[in-house]
């Protein structure tokens, strides 16, 4: 089956991502097996750990730094 590749709508903001992806997996604990194995061959569930917490991260970010009047 043919791995989908998502167009990075900044390119720019590529090597941040996977800097990024490997700081969380790193924390999650994944960061080993990412190393030996590749992210090719991490379980989905491995994957989506690490997406999701992304993804989390981002949000409370962006929260962090929205106005106080925009968050109601």
């Given at each position: 089956?043919?791995?989908?590749?998502?167009?990075?709508?900044?390119?720019?903001?590529?090597?941040?991502?996977?800097?990024?992806?490997?700081?969380?997996?790193?924390?999650?604990?994944?960061?080993?097996?990412?190393?030996?194995?590749?992210?090719?061959?991490?379980?989905?569930?491995?994957?989506g750990?690490?997406?999701?917490?992304?993804?989390?991260?981002?949000?409370?970010?962006?929260?962090?730094k929205?106005?106080?009047?925009?968050?109601?």
């Amino acid at each position: 089956m043919p791995r989908r590749r998502r167009k990075t709508l900044i390119p720019e903001a590529e090597p941040a991502l996977d800097r990024f992806k490997y700081e969380v997996a790193e924390d999650l604990g994944l960061a080993d097996k990412v190393k030996r194995v590749g992210w090719g061959d991490m379980t989905s569930r491995e994957c989506g750990l690490v997406g999701g917490n992304m993804v989390r991260r981002m949000i409370r970010y962006a929260e962090e730094k929205m106005p106080k009047d925009q968050t109601q």
